[in-house]
């Protein structure tokens, strides 16, 4: 297989950041979206697709329709009410999200329009109660630098999030209601050509841009950044959605327009096998497998699934033909198959394996009188959706023949590859919002704005070393952390030294993800009960580490729960100065030995048997007292 050099390719890369909003409200009612696991409302909705204004189905929506899911919705009404539900026509724009929207692209050097329509986006995923998004935009155009080269913003959009997904499964998807309308700014940038390795720096320097305005969240699932991705002569742009860490960001570029030049190249090899797709049969070979010992086709018939075969004239070896590695064509199709719940499918070129045998392959190709040449899929599918998963399948094979790289929104996976999550909407997907009215930017308000644009990345840095007493570093890690606007907090209700806190936030959390544990468990509330904890002396500075690790490892929920099984609860001074005597006893011969040079070997003995029930400086000071006490 060939070196895979991206340098080769003429990649365009395009970023979306999409960052939520302070605003403490929703954009078009008042409700607070507060985190809750109590959803005392529920209801149902089942979302079809609907023509456009000019009378076209946007494609996306037609092919989520396909699915036929139903959707729950699980509300609390201490974040939520009718509008959310959809029983309620939307209230007012939120005035605090429009003006932070227009500082942030008078920050960007975007040209702001002095009318700003709101928009309707098709979305029938579920994810919005109303079938739709509701997005406006307010200025296009602009730049940010970073290191010297400019990079072009495309558009600034105001919209409503989404509602947060809690699971899916078989036919039923289900969403919470606590995010859906929290405003966010959706930021497009102009397609650019770099390294890629300064393709973070670029998202990186963006974000810090938002934050320094401090009117934008920080924390887990406050800011998502999306990547559009093509190559030349691809003649297809691919959104790649979900990118959750900056790190990610270089694997997915690469992957991406590797997947997108390899299709190309089997794009060649199906046009040279001749094949089309009205030569293309399918055939329910649900009889010839009632005894095959694969386990897979076993369990499929258990659940009354048929079993499917589809012919492909002359296109042996080419569904798993790998121009570059992890590039197939199978692939490809068990993706596209994956959207529908079903597992995957079965290519000929991989078989026999799985359990299929070679008489099972033998009385396939029988049955569809096929030569040694041709193709095969075998597919395992509930009797509603054969039909249609079989024509997606035909159809996406007779794509990448004519037309190449499938016009496709796609998924970011943790290991830094894609996967198919829909097709690319169109622009049947957009039509105006009759429910809120258009909104007039005067220039008296554009001329106020200018006054708000905020320092710039070095003046803010500055700020945070000079009021918290931080080193350049420090500061830096905790204006780029998750963890912003939570080190304030804390340093705000309690006394303890915001270098301490600022390590915990940005250090311990940090090595503890590395070591594979999950700071989503972490909870803001939890974390500041912990430092009020340790500035009355309840825990000592050296339990931080224990408790964080208890709540990130999932044993323990609450910190209440991590301190107790731990079992770090604060000894007393008074049984402090006990054990150690203890120790102190017990290992006599070493202080008669080595005299006050002992508290090195002893330190770390009291430490070993008192870690995270007394400081160290506590240990430290009655441990040299007992030494000097047991040598007179």
Known sequence: MEKFSIDKLGVLIGLEIHQQLATNKKLFCNCTPIESDEYPIKFHRKLRAS?????????????????????????????????????????????????????????????????????????????NTTGFQRTMLISDGGFFEVKGKRIGIQSICLEEDAAKILGEKDSVKKYSLERLGVP???????????????????????????????????????IRQDVNISIEGGKVVIEVKGVQQLDQLEKVVEYEAKRQHGLLEISEKIKNSNWDQNTSKKEDITHLFSKCNSKIIQNALKKENEIYAISFQNMSNIFGYSPHEDIRLGKEIAELVRFFGIGGVFHSDELPNYGIEEQDVKKVREELALSNN?????????????????????????????KGIPRDTRLATPDGKTKFLRPRPGSARMYPETDVPPIIISNKELEELRGKIPKSLDESILDLQKKYNLNNQLSVQIFDSEYGDLFEKIVENTKVNPTFVASVLCSSITSLERKGLDSKLLKNEEILKMFEMLESEKIAKESIEIILEEIMSGKSHTLADA???????????????????????????????????????????????LRGKASGESINKILLQAIKKKMQ
């Open 51 to 127: 023509k456009s204004e000019l009378g076209e189905f946007d494609p996306a929506a037609k092919f989520e329709n396909t699915k036929s899911k139903t959707i729950m919705y699980y509300a609390n009404p201490q974040s939520s009410c009718m509008v959310e539900q959809d029983e309620e026509p939307p209230h007012e724009l939120d005035k605090d999200a429009l003006e932070t929207a227009l500082i942030i692209a008078s920050t960007l050097n975007s040209r702001i329009f002095s009318e700003v329509y709101p928009m309707r986006k098709t979305v029938i995923d579920g994810s």
């Open 184 to 222: 966010l700014v959706e930021i497009a940038t102009e397609p650019f050509q770099v390294d890629l390795s300064q393709v973070k720096e670029i998202a990186l320097s963006l974000g810090r841009i938002l934050r320094s305005t401090r009117k934008v969240k920080r924390g887990l699932g406050s």
């Open 374 to 402: 041709d193709a095969f899929l075998i597919l395992a599918s509930p009797k509603d959706k054969t039909q249609i998963v079989i024509e997606q399948i035909i159809s996406r094979v007779d794509h990448i023949k004519e």
């Open 563 to 609: 301190i107790k099984n731990s079992g770090i609860e604060t000894t007393s001074i008074a049984d402090v100065e006990r054990i150690i005597e203890t120790i102190v006893e017990k290992n006599q011969h070493i202080v008669n030995k080595q005299k006050e040079r002992a508290i090195g070997p002893l330190m770390g003995i009291a430490m070993k048997e």
